[in-house]
């Protein structure tokens, strides 16, 4: 069984930083791609950024220069260092890591339990 724990949110002031990691269990060394997620209260969750297996980034525009992805695969870890940050980023952050199905050319994403960032002004 895959499991995700997330770490290191909490509260900072605006223009602050936080990194969040997250490291999965269970998986061996086979994941593909891994990512964070955000979900701000009374919206729909939104990705802010991944990590391929060839640490290809993205990035969504609200937190692009600010926040920086990047992984461990040794300890299967992804990480997400936030700089900046606003009030807006205010949300409930959530990682991934799509590992290979059964069936060919199919992934299983799964999820952490989400961790708390606020942002205060």
């Known amino acids: 069984q895959v499991q995700l724990v997330e770490s290191g949110g909490g509260l900072v002031q605006a223009g602050g930083s936080l990194r969040l990691s997250c490291t999965a269990s269970?998986?061996?060394?086979?994941?593909?791609?891994m990512g964070w997620y955000r979900q701000i209260s009374g919206r729909q969750r939104e990705l802010v950024a991944t990590v391929g297996s060839g640490d290809d980034t993205t990035y969504a525009d609200s937190v692009k220069g600010r926040f920086t992805i990047s992984r461990d695969n040794a300890k299967n870890t992804v990480y997400l260092h936030m700089n900046s940050l606003k009030p807006e980023d205010t949300a409930v952050y959530y990682c991934?890591?799509?590992?290979?199905?059964?069936?060919?050319?199919?992934?299983?994403?799964?999820w952490g339990q989400g961790t708390q960032v606020t942002v205060s002004s």
């Open positions: 269970g998986s061996g060394h086979s994941i593909q791609a």
């Open positions: 991934t890591a799509d590992l290979p199905h059964s069936v060919p050319g199919v992934r299983t994403r799964y």
